[in-house]
């Protein structure tokens, strides 16, 4: 599926791919099979920084610029639409400094993406004091910026039991407005959902990268869209 | 943990062994952590038929033994929970030969089983006429059988949607019975649930073997259980 995203070059992606041998030279490669919907779980950021020295809340804030560079590598490979795991009810538990650092980190992402060409959708309980207030506006409904080339969902203090408690309460999910995710993307090495939407991933094929989310490279996208080739999508057939 | 299981020889185990030259002499293998629940995807029977130049229905078969003999290993290193994927209401979208070849192949696993020391539990659609007759007395309860030592779980004409929609039906999955999943095993290479027990997986972590399930070894199964000691729990927090 060739699309008008791979045919666009400029300053910016030559600067993404500046430092990344790996898919230096490659920036036209054609794929037969791209995903409609890819899940992106951004761990790693609190190992890290401990691995750089740092203190583990200082982790966060080295994930917001991979987001933007993920962001414009989606677009050019015609991605239609993609979840990104900002943090759940279940990281909650963690102390607060760490808290404060994820959700600010969040509300940043967010916020810079409203300025792009993307139909935000953010999911998460907003009843909970722990939902951030900048956030309220783009909860549990989709809203369109600039030339909507993407649908952008975020999972903002989201809680999987939440989600299917849906089913009980409306008779929808809660994340109902979010589709079937085809692509699962993890960093940090670990092997596991996490919680991740539990209803759209039923038939993901999952994709792990062992390093951490702030090392983000755009090989580890790539790799991850060459991988995808050899899965055959059989839903159960 | 240590118990009494993995204090058992004899000669069962000595001939699950004999012939698999990575765990010979490993029979008494010291874990620290046993996850109380697997999830076994027993996948690749067809493309194991076709390697081995019988048609894709036969592989089904070849299937049956090596579910005993992982029993056995489950048993031994004290396991105290396994759900094995039988078959699902999208595998039967698959060709009549097939579908009579894996649900005979299921018939007939879960009655051997019914004669060991396990708790047998089959989940699935009853209503639907896919779901064999034979298995309806053990379905949607937990019947006892033996020492009752594992608790065994079956997928049986399972479908992740009639799984969900008992929460609105009735408030409750229809799996409910069954406990989160702390370690899903997916033999046949791809990486995916595949619908698999969408509420109970989300924090489960994931090992791919490769081969295909009709090649199961002890190894695979040890393996899993060696690298699982490397994966934290966390729960998000």
């Given at each position: 599926?060739?699309?008008?995203f791979?045919?666009?070059?400029?300053?910016?992606?030559?600067?993404?791919?500046?430092?990344?041998?790996?898919?230096?030279?490659?920036?036209?490669?054609?794929?037969?099979?791209?995903?409609?919907?890819?899940?992106?779980?951004?761990?790693?950021?609190?190992?890290?920084?401990?691995?750089?020295?740092?203190?583990?809340?200082?982790?966060?804030?080295?994930?917001?610029?991979?987001?933007?560079?993920?962001y414009e590598?989606l677009l050019e490979?015609?991605?239609?639409?993609?979840?990104?795991?900002?943090?759940?009810?279940?990281?909650?538990?963690?102390?607060?400094?760490?808290?404060?650092?994820?959700?600010?980190?969040?509300?940043?992402?967010?916020?810079?993406?409203?300025?792009?060409?993307?139909?935000?959708?953010?999911?998460?309980?907003?009843?909970?004091?722990?939902?951030?207030?900048?956030?309220?506006?783009?909860?549990?409904?989709?809203?369109?910026?600039?030339?909507?080339k993407i649908?952008?969902?975020?999972?903002?203090?989201?809680?999987?039991?939440?989600?299917?408690?849906?089913?009980?309460?409306?008779?929808?999910?809660?994340?109902?407005?979010?589709?079937?995710?085809?692509?699962?993307?993890?960093?940090?090495?670990?092997?596991?959902?996490?919680?991740?939407?539990?209803?759209?991933?039923?038939?993901?094929?999952?994709?792990?990268?062992?390093?951490?989310?702030?090392?983000?490279?755009?090989?580890?996208?790539?790799?991850?869209?060459?991988?995808?080739?050899?899965?055959?999508?059989?839903?159960?057939?």
């Amino acid at each position: 599926m060739i699309n008008e995203f791979q045919m666009i070059g400029g300053p910016l992606r030559q600067g993404l791919y500046q430092n990344d041998c790996f898919t230096r030279g490659m920036r036209m490669e054609q794929f037969q099979r791209i995903p409609s919907h890819i899940g992106i779980i951004p761990d790693g950021n609190r190992r890290w920084a401990v691995q750089n020295g740092l203190l583990k809340e200082d982790g966060y804030g080295y994930g917001i610029e991979p987001g933007f560079q993920l962001y414009e590598l989606l677009l050019e490979y015609g991605i239609r639409e993609a979840t990104f795991y900002g943090f759940t009810k279940d990281n909650n538990k963690r102390v607060l400094k760490q808290r404060e650092a994820f959700t600010q980190a969040c509300v940043k992402a967010v916020e810079r993406l409203s300025g792009k060409d993307g139909n935000l959708y953010v999911v998460g309980n907003t009843q909970s004091p722990a939902f951030p207030e900048e956030l309220k506006k783009y909860a549990n409904q989709r809203v369109c910026f600039g030339r909507g080339k993407i649908n952008l969902n975020f999972l903002v203090n989201y809680d999987w039991k939440w989600d299917l408690n849906g089913l009980r309460e409306t008779g929808q999910l809660k994340s109902s407005g979010i589709s079937k995710v085809d692509l699962m993307i993890r960093w940090g090495g670990r092997r596991r959902l996490s919680g991740f939407l539990p209803a759209q991933a039923v038939y993901s094929d999952f994709y792990i990268v062992d390093d951490f989310w702030p090392d983000f490279r755009p090989s580890h996208f790539l790799d991850a869209l060459r991988w995808y080739q050899s899965c055959d999508v059989t839903l159960g057939g």
